[in-house]
């Protein structure tokens, strides 16, 4: 079921996700199409965030992005800074603007960085959290990890848990995707790109994601004509069954890099299962801190597991009813 409506107001709006943004020129979306986007919304109850490109907009479309609730997602490098000051989500797209940044416990932060940036520079994060009450890490380059780094990812998380660990003591909320997220969670809690949001792009038409954006294979509808998602199972948690039985919770379950790493929109791929895990493992780490548990009434159990994909133990999988569920699946979109 929709929930949420996702508007690029622009050509050139901010990535905040794994995916980047070719565009150069900047071009808005129409007046026209904005204004039958928020009608869409309106009528389906759906929660728009509006993603804003470096560029002021110009008044007129000011008041139409007013003239309803939403939430704000905008680059820290954008000229409106008014708005960068209110946004509900400020995006980094690089560590140094971490440090003249005024943060706001009031706002949500993600910082879009390569992993090799991120092994550098991980410790910078020590300073942040106290500053922040959210602060979420988004790799533009998952395909590239290794499996050298996978130990390095592993020996980091576990030195940042450390001090997350001593923050959550302490009495300060904050949450940090990679460590936190876990912790909390008894269901899956992923991007639903497609089944629970979809994105309005400049040119009216309607997306999965922003990150699908271009690609006319995914076109999913028009703001005019309304949506028309061919096979919507495909986006379904419902109806992915490996991601079914895992409990990787935090895991984004990003439906762009499964169809672009795996070819197939409801599988993840080896690294994205293997980071999830990594991620995972280390929130449980944290649960053993018995203080930690007299401070937080709200943890979720992390049992301990003994693999990081769960195609490394397929040997222990209930095939029958894995194939029972592909049937299904396969007669219910093919």
């Known amino acids: 079921m929709l929930q949420y409506l996702i508007v690029q107001l622009c050509d050139t709006s901010t990535s905040y996700c794994h995916y980047e943004n070719p565009s150069r020129t900047p071009r808005l979306i129409s007046l026209e199409d904005l204004n039958a986007g928020i009608l869409f919304a309106m009528k389906e109850n759906l929660m728009i965030q509006f993603v804003y490109p470096d560029e002021e907009l110009p008044l007129s479309y000011k008041k139409a992005v007013d003239s309803i609730d939403h939430n704000t997602i905008v680059s820290s490098l954008c000229e409106d800074q008014n708005l960068v000051a209110e946004a509900d989500i400020v995006i980094f797209h690089e560590w140094t603007g971490l440090d003249y940044f005024a943060f706001n416990m009031e706002q949500a932060y993600v910082l879009r960085t390569s992993k090799d940036d991120f092994f550098d520079r991980y410790a910078q994060l020590k300073w942040v959290f106290p500053r922040v ?170 049992p301990e597991i003994d693999y990081l994909d769960p195609f490394d133990v397929r040997e222990q999988w209930d095939f029958e009813l894995l194939q029972q569920e592909l049937i299904k699946f396969h007669k219910e979109n093919y």
Request: net charge neutral; proline share 4%; hydrophobic share 35%.
């Open 133 to 302: 009450k959210r602060f979420n890490i988004v790799f533009t380059d998952i395909e590239s990890f290794s499996e050298d780094d996978y130990k390095h990812y592993k020996k980091i998380l576990n030195h940042l848990s450390e001090n997350i660990e001593k923050l959550l003591i302490e009495g300060l909320p904050i949450q940090f995707n990679l460590l936190t997220d876990r912790l909390t969670l008894s269901t899956m809690n992923n991007c639903n790109a497609g089944w629970k949001t979809i994105t309005l792009a400049p040119n009216g038409r309607f997306y999965p994601c922003p990150a699908f954006y271009f690609d006319d294979d995914s076109l999913i509808g028009d703001v005019h004509k309304g949506l028309e998602i061919k096979n919507p199972q495909l986006y379904s948690f419902d109806y992915a069954p490996i991601c079914r039985h895992c409990d990787a919770y935090q895991c984004k379950r990003c439906v762009w890099l499964n169809k672009k790493l795996t070819l197939e929109i409801n599988t993840p791929s080896h690294e994205q299962c293997v980071i999830s895990h990594l991620e995972r493992n280390a929130s449980r780490k944290i649960l053993k801190n018995s203080n930690l548990k007299k401070e937080m009434k709200d943890l979720s159990e992390i």
